[in-house]
């Protein structure tokens, strides 16, 4: 571990019964296929999972035709330097709007990738039906504002089971078409990160990792999020 740096994960435990967009459920599965418990010489798992299970990235692919999935985009492109928090509390099913994010530009000028805090995670613990059913969302509007008018941004990340909601299907579709790239000529997209676990401390987060399980011909992945974060002097 380099000196003065902590990496704190920013995923959930993904498990079974784990809060999921509706009817992804359940989120993993394990089955042990082998066990010593059972005289055989190893522990073997075999697992199951969707690819949206628990702290996942969507990728282009995921929908945009066109766009790359997560396996065929280089190790580096999920790698940050420029982590930004921006606080966006919002209600059940609360659009995050451009007229939100508008007072953050400069805060999104300045990232390669933001975590929009809507302070949703709090449901996720004590009632997970309704954090996967009633969150807020990204508006398509302030998803084009963002990937419009921030070229040096890579990826965006929720607290929320999606950066859309089940209560809005037809706007949540748009927003992530938008961050994905469909339509758009010159091939830009934003990765997204849904369902992470916020810290106070990524604030002050130096960088961020967030690689994919590399499986050829999947959408998306599960991933392990880690925050960089230099310690307190």
């Known amino acids: 571990m380099s000196a003065g740096v902590r990496y704190v994960v920013l995923s959930h435990l993904l498990r079974g019964a784990a809060p999921v967009w509706p009817g992804n459920a359940p989120a993993a599965e394990v089955e042990l296929v082998e066990s010593i418990a059972r005289g055989e010489a190893a522990n073997m798992s075999r697992l199951v999972l969707q690819s949206h299970s628990g702290t996942h990235v969507d ?35 609360g659009f995050i709007t451009a007229a939100d994010l508008e007072p953050h530009a400069t805060t999104f000028e300045r990232a390669d990738i933001a975590f929009l805090q809507t302070g949703w995670a709090r449901f996720r613990g004590t009632d997970g039906e309704r954090y996967a059913n009633a969150g807020p969302l990204l508006h398509p509007d302030a998803a084009r504002w963002l990937i419009d008018t921030h070229p040096g941004l890579r ?79």
């Open 155 to 233: 990826a965006i990340a929720t607290d929320a089971i999606s950066i859309g909601s089940p209560q809005e299907r037809a706007a949540s579709v748009e927003t992530h078409r938008v961050l994905t790239g469909f339509g758009r000529r010159d091939g830009r997209f934003v990765l997204i990160y849904e369902d992470v676990l916020m810290i106070p401390e990524l604030a002050r987060a130096r960088r961020i990792f967030g690689w994919p399980l590399f499986v050829e011909g999947a959408d998306g992945s599960p991933v392990t999020l880690v925050a960089e974060i230099p310690e307190e002097s």
């Open 59 to 93: 990728s282009p692919w995921h929908f945009n035709p066109g766009g790359p999935a997560a396996w065929q985009l280089p190790i580096e492109a999920f790698v940050f330097d420029a982590p930004r928090l921006v606080d966006v509390p919002k209600p059940d099913g």
